[in-house]
């Protein structure tokens, strides 16, 4: 058989798989491991190593700390225990056969128990310490018979001059200490002791038996686990383990049960137990009377445990790990845990609104009253219900009151220190706050990125979702007054302001914000209202920053920033650490804002200017033509809807008919624009006109002539322009337009600019541009009619294209590629022919070279004035007719 463990001999870092695959046979025939899972197995043959002794070899001695696990493949070897530090005197306890496994001490860092010696040629596996753990840790409940060896182990006979057990209990000290606080059991535990025992032994009789442990055989023992399994499945009366635990708890104090180690504390562990009753020997079966009694007083014996057992384990600083291991299972598995402290409370209030957040609550009796500044009574809490939660996952003041509904009201409390230390790691990773039974903010953990790092093991709580008012809240009561704007917290503030658009309107934030800046006058409430006030001032700058002019659009913003300026000036008369954020608050109220301007798209001339920003109440003057080619100039703010154009023309023509407002291609492709859409001007197409018309005469719309475009290219006056120029001035009007695109327009473009009422102008004019750059290159390649200068322009749009990526323009960059990938232009094979070559070298030459932003001369006029104005035709039919005109199809 040692010829399959040829491959244990290799490191199981070179272990391949194949390896492992022969390895996993020979492991599935060992004992040990039969009741093991495929991935348990697969995981030992990844780590484990192979070692074959000699006999007589030493494998390690009573009281070393050991470093590793093992399992016998073959052979066998002794257990030698000494009663003195001379190991000379070591007696053979027994023998470990194939298929054992001993070594577990290394879980817990402890000295091993005995001397290991080979008695003959032995076939061991060895696992190392930090591997076995990490694979007890996961597989804990199927490897734990691996820690009581209930295999191979075979009594030495006359070389087995082993101590009695009774002897060794004498000798220890922990014994010696639990008979001396055993007290003598009360004849009604005793009873509910005799019950329970004869209780298991009629319904499960396989529990009670000879159990080995630590190298000793116990007579007719229990195990803690199949204890508190066995009667949580008895009995209606014990909701968790933590319960049950604490009901086997009170007969091991009053001595009806024991520990096999003396233990004083019941463990819900692999740990056995054995009843009163067993302690001298067999103890009989119940007879069939007392069977009958048994099960007719079960649920009452059960009963008086549960009443009589205790609900806190000893306090936080006393506690064991074992406690700690019980308590965190519990909390996997309910929120009403029995580990914390106890608190009665006999005060009014537990604690109260903008109070540092210390501790975490769960209501055990009585009910409490959830209160808020300005709001009242928002929600009831009963028993079972927690509370205080939010202030410690945010490290923020309390958000609201918690009053005592009735008198003796009792809970549990988790202080702050510890409810870090323990349950954030085990609470659920969604926080619910409620108010009136509904869900108000919902909280979720999140993993925290920090600098340096690609993660950590630090956590924050992100908001998910929630009313808005609640999320405002969130965010007033997180803010940091201390913290700068770039912080990590801050940034979330920062998306708040940017978002709230979409879910809380100015016209709702602004009575939110005044409320919270007027809650709390009293002198009790003095430092909450002045930390609310100040956390306000802050939020409103940020708002202002960010919103800029735009709040000039809705009288009620420049309203309210008028009234929280003077309410805060009122303030800072009785306050003064409100005098301080005065001046920047001053500053946002008498800036002075963006003045409306009057636009006209139609007219090239603007093109020129320095461009500013579109805003919603700018006008506009715009030509709307009617169905015989007339037309009428409107003036309109630039966010008006379909049904103010309409108004406006008609104001204009003194009709009464009924008209519709169309967007005309120069294809002739037709667009009824909707009542409700907005800000129509700027989504035109590159040739697109509006036309408003009789729904009957919708049919017979005809595209003006000047929509078809240019007749003839315009090579003759770019070819004398320098690429570089041309790139770089492209470049700079796109920079002019991009840098005009507010970052709500945006948001407009995504939620639907209809439901704000506000324009998209900007990114409109940014996004156009795009189209007009790909379609001027079709134009002009297409209007071309000799083949040679036909090559000449398409070497001169790949040089422009190659400066504009020196210049890191990618959007009239790619705009040029596509112009030149369109089918009108990469179906002429004839002008393609003599340019692969130079297109590849073209493209070499794009990416070696640095990027240089400076212009070639200052004198850039005509360049400037040319790439601002570009005609071009977008009528794809036309230029594919155009382009078959240049070179027919090939017969």
């Not at 009785?574 to 409306?596: D, F, N, T």
């Not at 005509?862 to 078959?884: A, C, E, I």
Request: with cysteine; net charge negative.
């Amino acid at each position: 058989s040692r010829g399959t463990d040829v491959f244990l001999l290799s490191r199981p870092t070179e272990r391949s798989r194949e390896d492992v695959d022969i390895i996993l046979a020979r492991l599935k025939n060992v004992k040990a491991f039969e009741k093991f899972g495929p991935n348990l197995l697969q995981q030992i043959c990844l780590c484990g190593f192979y070692e074959c002794l000699e006999k007589g070899i030493t494998l390690y001695r009573q009281g070393d700390i050991g470093t590793s696990w093992y399992a016998v493949l073959s052979g066998s070897l002794d257990v030698k225990v000494s009663e003195t530090a001379n190991h000379q005197d070591a007696v053979t306890i027994c023998t470990l056969g194939v298929g054992t496994a001993f070594g577990e001490s290394i879980l817990d860092n402890t000295p091993r128990h005995a001397t290991i010696v080979t008695r003959e040629i032995s076939e061991l596996l060895r696992i190392e310490q930090r591997e076995f753990r990490s694979m007890w840790e996961k597989y804990r409940q199927c490897m734990a018979g691996l820690l009581t060896p209930p295999y191979g182990v075979m009594e030495s006979g006359p070389s087995s001059d082993r101590m009695p057990d009774k002897e060794i209990l004498s000798n220890n000290p922990l014994g010696s200490m639990s008979k001396h606080l055993n007290k003598v059991p009360s004849e009604k535990i005793l009873r509910a002791g005799r019950i329970l025992r004869n209780a298991i032994v009629t319904r499960s009789p396989n529990m009670i038996r000879d159990r080995k442990y630590h190298l000793k055989t116990y007579k007719q023992c229990c195990v803690g686990t199949e204890l508190v399994d066995w009667q949580m499945q008895q009995t209606l009366y014990v909701h968790s383990r933590v319960q049950a635990v604490g009901m086997w708890q009170v007969l091991l104090e009053e001595g009806v049960l024991n520990h096999v180690d003396q233990e004083l504390n019941f463990q819900d562990k692999y740990l056995f137990y054995r009843f009163l009753d067993d302690e001298h020997g067999d103890a009989p079966l119940p007879n069939e009377e007392e069977k009958k009694e048994s099960d007719e007083e079960l649920q009452d014996t059960l009963l008086l445990l549960s009443q009589m057992a205790t609900l806190v384990p000893p306090p936080p600083g006393q506690r064991t790990v074992d406690d700690l291991e019980i308590i965190y299972e519990e909390l996997s598995i309910m929120l009403a845990v029995a580990f914390v402290t106890p608190v009665f409370s006999i005060s009014l209030a537990v604690f109260n609104q903008g109070e540092e957040g210390t501790s975490w609550y769960i209501i055990l009796k009585g009910s409490v009253n959830v209160v808020i500044y300005g709001k009242g009574v928002v929600c009831t809490l009963h028993e079972g219900d927690d509370f205080g939660k939010l202030a410690l996952v945010n490290d923020a003041p309390r958000a609201a009151s918690i009053v005592l509904r009735e008198d003796n009201c009792h809970f549990l409390r988790v202080d702050k220190e510890d409810f870090n230390r323990i349950l954030r790691d085990v609470e659920a990773n969604t926080v619910r706050l409620k108010e009136h039974d509904q869900d108000v903010l919902v909280l979720e953990k999140t993993p925290t990125r920090t600098s340096g790092h690609a993660a950590s093991s630090h956590y924050k709580y992100t908001v998910m979702s929630g009313t808005p008012e609640k999320i405002l809240e969130h965010f007033l009561e997180t803010m940091r007054l201390d913290s700068h704007l770039t912080e990590p917290a801050e940034t979330e503030l920062d998306d708040f302001v940017l978002m709230h658009c979409v879910f809380l309107p100015n016209s709702q934030l602004c009575p939110v914000l005044m409320a919270q800046a007027s809650q709390g006058s009293d002198q009790e409430k003095m430092d909450y209202a002045l930390n609310n006030k100040r956390r306000v001032i802050r939020l409103v700058m940020q708002w202002a920053s960010i919103h800029g002019d735009q709040l000039q659009e809705e009288e009620g913003s420049l309203a309210f920033l008028e009234e929280l300026y003077v309410s805060v000036s009122d303030d800072a008369r009785v306050i003064p650490a409100l005098k301080e954020q005065l001046p920047e608050l001053e500053k946002i109220v008498k800036r002075k804002y963006h003045k409306v301007l009057l636009r006209q798209f139609s007219v090239g001339d603007e093109k020129l200017q320095k461009r500013q920003p579109i805003k919603s109440n700018d006008e506009i003057l715009f030509k709307v033509y009617c169905f015989d080619h007339t037309y009428t100039t409107i003036r309109v703010p630039v966010a008006a809807s379909v049904t103010e154009v309409i108004s406006a023309v008609v104001d204009k023509l003194g009709s009464t008919e009924d008209l519709l407002l169309v967007n005309l291609s120069s294809a002739g492709e037709k667009a009824v624009l909707k009542p409700t859409d907005i800000s129509i001007f700027s989504t035109l197409g590159i040739n697109g006109r509006l036309f408003i018309c009789r729904r009957d005469q919708l049919e017979s719309l005809t595209a003006l002539p000047e929509q078809e475009g240019p007749s003839a290219g315009s090579m003759a006056t770019f070819e004398l322009m320098s690429s570089k120029d041309l790139a770089y001035q492209m470049t700079l009007y796109d920079w002019e337009l991009f840098n005009s695109v507010h970052e709500h327009e945006l948001i407009y473009h995504t939620f639907g600019r209809q439901h704000f009422k506000k324009t998209t102008a900007n990114l409109d004019l940014f996004l156009r541009r795009f189209n007009e750059i790909q379609l001027w290159v079709i134009t002009e390649v297409c209007l071309c009619s000799q083949l040679s200068k036909r090559v000449q322009l398409l070497k001169k749009f790949i040089k422009i294209a190659a400066h504009c990526k020196e210049y890191k323009n990618l959007n009239s960059f790619f705009a040029i590629i596509m112009g030149m990938s369109n089918p009108a232009v990469s179906r002429l094979s004839q002008t393609w022919e003599r340019m692969i070559a130079n297109t590849i070298k073209t493209v070499r030459f794009c990416r070696s070279q640095p990027f240089n932003t400076s212009p070639a001369n200052k004198n850039q006029q005509d360049v400037r004035g040319y790439v601002r104005q570009l005609n071009v035709m977008d009528n794809q039919r036309t230029l594919s007719q155009l382009s078959h005109r240049l070179e027919p199809r090939r017969t």
